[in-house]
């Protein structure tokens, strides 16, 4: 097992996206931080991360979350206005 530093980061994330990936860490026994290393670890290499079994059972959480954004979507969300103004205002497309 390698030894790694983990730092902790503030992040946000589409609301229903982040509830399916909590439930489907705590499926999996795993912390949501393991989840995610995981997920980028192996699209940097250009596989997979879950199993046939794993993709079923996120189809159903996506179905329980009313989570319909799909790869197509990615780069192209847009923070609803809020009242302030404020930076969450603004479009993320530029990540």
Same mark, same amino acid.
Do not use: C, W
């Given at each position: 097992? $390698?030894?790694?530093? %983990? *730092?902790q980061?503030?992040? +946000?994330m589409?609301? +229903?996206?982040? /509830? *399916?990936?909590?439930?489907?860490?705590?499926?999996k #026994?795993?912390?949501?931080? #393991?989840? $995610?290393?995981?997920?980028? $670890?192996?699209?940097?290499?250009? /596989?997979?991360?879950? !199993?046939?079994?794993t993709?079923?059972?996120?189809?159903?959480? +996506?179905?329980?979350?009313?989570?319909?954004? %799909?790869?197509?979507? !990615?780069?192209?969300?847009? #923070?609803?206005?809020?009242e +302030?103004? #404020?930076?969450? !205002? %603004? !479009? %993320?497309?530029?990540?």
């Amino acid at each position: 097992m $390698l030894e790694i530093e %983990r *730092v902790q980061t503030g992040i +946000r994330m589409e609301k +229903r996206l982040l /509830k *399916v990936l909590k439930a489907l860490a705590e499926l999996k #026994d795993l912390s949501l931080g #393991d989840l $995610l290393e995981g997920i980028v $670890l192996h699209a940097f290499e250009g /596989k997979t991360a879950f !199993s046939k079994e794993t993709l079923g059972q996120i189809v159903e959480l +996506r179905k329980i979350y009313h989570m319909p954004l %799909r790869a197509a979507n !990615s780069h192209k969300l847009k #923070d609803k206005a809020h009242e +302030r103004g #404020d930076e969450s !205002s %603004r !479009s %993320r497309a530029h990540a």
